[in-house]
């Protein structure tokens, strides 16, 4: 008995942290200070278990700086995108050549969320063009040959009833004219339905516990004898139980936005580091617990945080303070997704470090060559290190790969890591070594810190991408002048 336990435990310990190694989080850009791009996809592709993320919107410099992770992103087309999109089959196809087809598949993009609550907008012409949108988007999608879905955000205010959860139904005019066909959308298409459930915006004192998964006495679902312990799964629920009314209990849901502020105003004192670590961590837990809601038992729940980063040009101290890290890189609070202690380190250094990555003397000329493969191809500027650039010389395969190595790092964000190389690079904030003393001189003056990578679309090939966790390439070559010793 005891040993059967055991094991038991064991396993439910295993499966809680391989699943673990799945969340998503929403990149929201409402800020002045946050990191560039690439650095934010190299701290989240190395140093977190997040392994999606939603943007809200299709902004191509945060597009470009996915490419090379597999992080699967999901973008969004603005809700003044949808009048085209549903009208013309020619504005679709062009959304598809400009947003989508630039980025693939060195950007793993994989779902496009055709604007963003709509339904709360109100807007009765907008609410009756989006499915209609994302029918022509999705169509426009297939023809161009991508494998992307298709779907929208929803908040709970789609819902008329949703207390107790197995009275829940869509808002009436809403329900036949809008979901019964964009239900229909996606269980053709095979694409979830997406929601945005909030306990923190649905709690009062009393039901506090119970919206935190913190034990509590539950709420009881007469129609169906469930006890809910969270909020969470009767908000879900609700939403099943709407979506089930119209026939349409098989389409997947995913849970596109929750979250919880860390920082309120002084009278929300709901809003804290603790409550905020205490929601988002069962979140985490329990969406990828294969434990499922009463009414969709074992399901999983592909989920997406609210949000990255505190964004500091929100308007209110709440919404401020919804993120995960600090736009330093420090978390906020622990919550379980930093794959080492380290990563508190991981410090973004705006301009001015004044630290430098150059390679080892002694390391070999082939080592030395698949370095700045590695590095040119991954987000280093290496324009002024081609013949006539302004770092052209020293012409050496070591000053070179000093200085591609050093563009790969300042991009990167200067984590040491990003200057390991196979154990090729040194950091150094002074001229390592007499012979490259020119060369370093020539990075303070022209080696760029560049904004985004700068292999970005035409040429770029899948193969330039593979990655291996020794942060060095299988040798692939790029196609440049090859730069001799
Ligand atoms: C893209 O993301 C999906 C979902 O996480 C994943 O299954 C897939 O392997 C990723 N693709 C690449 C090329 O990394
Ligand atoms: C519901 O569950 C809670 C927590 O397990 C328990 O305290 C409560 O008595 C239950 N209520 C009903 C009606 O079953
Ligand atoms: C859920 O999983 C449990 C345990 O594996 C199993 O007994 C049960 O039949 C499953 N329920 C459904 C609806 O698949
Ligand atoms: C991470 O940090 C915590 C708290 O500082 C510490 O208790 C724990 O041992 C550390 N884990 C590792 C793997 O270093
Ligand atoms: C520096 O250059 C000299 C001659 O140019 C060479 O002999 C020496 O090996 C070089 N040192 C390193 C560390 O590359």
């Given at each position: 008995?005891?040993?059967?336990?055991?094991?038991?435990?064991?396993?439910?310990?295993?499966?809680?942290?391989?699943?673990?190694?799945?969340i998503g989080v929403n990149y929201g850009t409402i800020a002045d200070n946050l990191p560039p791009p690439p650095q934010v996809a190299a701290f989240l592709a190395q140093r977190t278990y997040i392994?999606?993320?939603?943007?809200?919107?299709?902004?191509?410099?945060?597009?470009?700086?996915?490419?090379?992770?597999?992080?699967?992103?999901?973008?969004?087309?603005?809700?003044?995108?949808?009048?085209?999109?549903?009208?013309?089959?020619?504005?679709?196809?062009?959304?598809?050549?400009?947003?989508?087809?630039?980025?693939?598949p060195a950007t793993n993009i994989t779902r496009v969320a055709v604007g963003n609550e709509v339904l709360a907008t109100g807007d009765k012409l907008l609410i009756s063009l989006l499915v209609p949108?994302?029918?022509?988007?999705?169509?426009?999608?297939?023809?161009?040959?991508?494998?992307?879905?298709?779907?929208?955000?929803?908040?709970?205010?789609?819902?008329?009833?949703?207390?107790?959860?197995?009275?829940?139904?869509?808002?009436?005019?809403?329900?036949?004219?809008?979901?019964?066909?964009?239900?229909?959308?996606?269980?053709?298409?095979?694409?979830?339905?997406?929601?945005?459930?909030?306990?923190?915006?649905?709690?009062?004192?009393?039901?506090?516990?119970?919206?935190?998964?913190?034990?509590?006495?539950?709420?009881?679902?007469?129609?169906?004898?469930?006890?809910?312990?969270?909020?969470?799964?009767?908000?879900?629920?609700?939403?099943?139980?709407?979506?089930?009314?119209?026939?349409?209990?098989?389409?997947?849901?995913?849970?596109?936005?929750?979250?919880?502020?860390?920082?309120?105003?002084?009278?929300?004192?709901?809003?804290?580091?603790?409550?905020?670590?205490?929601?988002?961590?069962?979140?985490?837990?329990?969406?990828?617990?294969?434990?499922?809601?009463?009414?969709?038992?074992?399901?999983?729940?592909?989920?997406?945080?609210?949000?990255?980063?505190?964004?500091?040009?929100?308007?209110?101290?709440?919404?401020?303070?919804?993120?995960?890290?600090?736009?330093?890189?420090?978390?906020?609070?622990?919550?379980?997704?930093?794959?080492?202690?380290?990563?508190?380190?991981?410090?973004?250094?705006?301009?001015?470090?004044?630290?430098?990555?150059?390679?080892?003397?002694?390391?070999?000329?082939?080592?030395?060559?698949?370095?700045?493969?590695?590095?040119?191809?991954?987000?280093?500027?290496?324009?002024?290190?081609?013949?006539?650039?302004?770092?052209?010389?020293?012409?050496?395969?070591?000053?070179?790969?000093?200085?591609?190595?050093?563009?790969?790092?300042?991009?990167?964000?200067?984590?040491?890591?990003?200057?390991?190389?196979?154990?090729?690079?040194?950091?150094?904030?002074?001229?390592?070594?007499?012979?490259?003393?020119?060369?370093?001189?020539?990075?303070?003056?022209?080696?760029?810190?560049?904004?985004?990578?700068?292999?970005?679309?035409?040429?770029?090939?899948?193969?330039?991408?593979?990655?291996?966790?020794?942060?060095?390439?299988?040798?692939?070559?790029?196609?440049?002048?090859?730069?001799?010793?």
């Open positions: 008995m005891a040993t059967l336990k055991t094991q038991t435990n064991l396993l439910l310990f295993l499966l809680t942290v391989s699943s673990a190694a799945s392994d999606r993320v939603k943007l809200f919107s299709a902004d191509p410099s945060l597009l470009r700086a996915f490419a090379g992770t597999s992080i699967a992103v999901t973008v969004t087309a603005s809700n003044s995108d949808i009048p085209s999109l549903a009208r013309s089959p020619s504005a679709a196809s062009a959304w598809v050549s400009s947003n989508l087809l630039p980025f693939i949108a994302m029918r022509s988007l999705s169509a426009a999608i297939a023809a161009a040959g991508l494998s992307v879905q298709v779907s929208t955000p929803h908040s709970l205010g789609i819902l008329a009833a949703s207390d107790p959860p197995s009275s829940g139904r869509f808002r009436r005019g809403y329900d036949r004219v809008i979901f019964r066909p964009m239900l229909d959308y996606h269980r053709r298409t095979k694409t979830p339905f997406l929601v945005n459930p909030y306990p923190y915006f649905g709690f009062t004192p009393k039901t506090l516990n119970y919206a935190l998964f913190r034990p509590n006495s539950g709420v009881f679902d007469a129609v169906t004898g469930f006890n809910y312990t969270n909020m969470f799964d009767a908000q879900l629920d609700a939403v099943y139980s709407a979506m089930n009314r119209l026939g349409y209990g098989d389409v997947d849901i995913v849970v596109a936005e929750t979250g919880w502020p860390s920082v309120g105003d002084p009278d929300q004192t709901a809003v804290n580091v603790e409550n905020a670590l205490s929601y988002n961590g069962n979140v985490i837990r329990h969406v990828s617990s294969g434990k499922g809601t009463p009414l969709m038992p074992n399901r999983t729940f592909e989920t997406y945080l609210f949000a990255l980063f505190n964004e500091d040009l929100k308007p209110s101290t709440s919404e401020r303070n919804f993120g995960l890290f600090r736009p330093d890189f420090s978390p906020v609070y622990d919550v379980g997704l930093l794959r080492d202690n380290s990563s508190v380190s991981f410090v973004y250094c705006a301009n001015g470090g004044k630290k430098w990555c150059v390679a080892r003397g002694d390391a070999a000329a082939d080592v030395l060559q698949s370095n700045i493969d590695y590095a040119c191809g991954h987000g280093a500027d290496c324009a002024d290190i081609q013949a006539g650039g302004a770092c052209y010389q020293p012409d050496t395969l070591l000053a070179h790969a000093s200085y591609a190595m050093n563009a790969y790092y300042q991009a990167s964000g200067r984590n040491d890591f990003d200057c390991d190389f196979a154990g090729t690079g040194i950091i150094t904030t002074t001229d390592p070594s007499p012979n490259l003393s020119a060369f370093l001189q020539c990075f303070m003056d022209h080696g760029k810190v560049p904004p985004q990578p700068t292999i970005t679309t035409s040429h770029r090939k899948p193969h330039l991408w593979i990655r291996q966790s020794n942060n060095h390439i299988r040798s692939v070559r790029l196609k440049r002048d090859v730069v001799t010793p």
